[in-house]
């Protein structure tokens, strides 16, 4: 009788670890002068990253170039527990942006962090920057010929010391596969947002986004937020048509009738919207029209049919060819994806 206790036991160990999904290594490469806002957020965002059963998905570690303290933009220091070699068997490095430093000032990067990025992403690592992370990037020449964004600030300074680098400052993400840079500051979050749902899908990432209270999806290609005058208080008003447009993605939502909803004009509706989300009501809809088709593609077994009517494109060849344009790929296929990987959310 013990022997087949035994024998159960361990088979139910089995089938726990095998149910368990297998966690994905980030180091974080803090250098001197890291922005700590920055330093922070890759922890925030990939701890809340949690299957529906609650197992984490990541595992973050900051490490230095030498293993020893750096000084942050914000008063204090950061001791981390590890040095340069965590970066060997990380599945994906970020580094933190800086605010002082010889990739800002001449365009160079220590060799020993060079060469840690460079191993990294040949290795077949994933290679992360936020805001001016992308210039200890483009130092040790990995974004030479490739595409990558930066914070606003830095653009005429990034250009001058990276001609080589196709800079993009507009918007707040670029992900270009193996190489992924953000705008400054909270950019950071919508890219680390952005690599959970590439990684697990929208149902994981938007759980991550509620349990860091920050919004769910912000496209990469939605403006940087670049010295617009802000809209006093009492014009800030078109928030609670957004709300009840995500009530009502499925019906026909046109201009004139979320206009209604904040009793202005479409006119003024279209201008203070813009002012107040960065982009158009047009492109910010079909942005929340993807994301809910995503989403229910994901978790639900609706045809395409249907999700295309819950959604709002009216048709599944409407659908096909809006998720295509985001993501390149057709509906079923995006399925397919998910469902070989639902185990692990």
Not at 37 to 48: C, E, I, K, S, T
Not at 196 to 205: M, Q, T
Not at 331 to 336: L, N, Q, S, V
Request: proline fraction near 5%; charge should be positive; hydrophobic fraction near 40%.
């Amino acid at each position: 009788m013990d022997s087949v206790r035994k024998a159960t036991g361990r088979l139910a160990i089995m089938r726990k670890n095998q149910a368990m999904p297998t966690r994905h290594r980030i180091a974080v490469l803090a250098l001197d002068d890291v922005v700590a806002f920055d330093l922070g957020v890759p922890a925030q965002v990939f701890g809340a990253a949690r299957t529906s059963a609650g197992a984490r998905l990541y595992e973050v570690t900051t490490c230095t170039p030498d293993g020893g303290p750096v000084r942050t933009t914000a008063g204090f220091q950061v001791l981390p527990d590890n040095g340069l070699a965590t970066t060997a068997s990380a599945d994906t490095v970020i580094v933190a942006g800086i605010h002082r430093g010889p990739s800002l000032t001449d365009g160079t990067v220590s060799p020993e962090v060079a060469a840690a990025l460079v191993a990294a992403r040949d290795r077949g690592a994933r290679v992360m920057s936020i805001c001016t992370g992308a210039s200890v990037l483009a130092a040790a020449g990995l974004l030479d010929g490739r595409p990558a964004t930066t914070h606003w600030h830095y653009a005429d300074l990034f250009r001058r010391l990276y001609p080589r680098v196709k800079l993009d400052p507009d918007v707040l993400f670029v992900d270009d596969g193996d190489l992924l840079t953000s705008a400054g500051v909270g950019a950071g979050i919508d890219l680390c947002l952005h690599v959970v749902r590439r990684d697990h899908g929208s149902e994981v990432a938007n759980r991550a986004a509620r349990r860091c209270v920050v919004p769910p999806w912000r496209e990469g290609g939605q403006a940087q937020y670049i010295e617009r005058p802000l809209p006093r208080a009492a014009e800030t008003t078109t928030a609670a048509s957004r709300r009840w447009a995500l009530g009502h993605l499925g019906d026909p939502l046109t201009l004139a009738v979320l206009a209604e909803q904040a009793n202005m004009s479409v006119r003024t509706f279209t201008r203070r919207f813009r002012e107040e989300t960065g982009v158009s009501p047009t492109r910010w809809l079909l942005q929340q029209r993807v994301d809910h088709a995503r989403l229910l593609l994901e978790s639900t077994d609706l045809s395409v049919d249907q999700i295309a009517r819950r959604a709002g494109f009216g048709t599944a060849t409407s659908l096909r060819q809006h998720l295509h344009a985001a993501i390149g790929v057709a509906p079923m296929t995006y399925r397919r994806t998910f469902t070989r990987t639902g185990a692990a959310r």
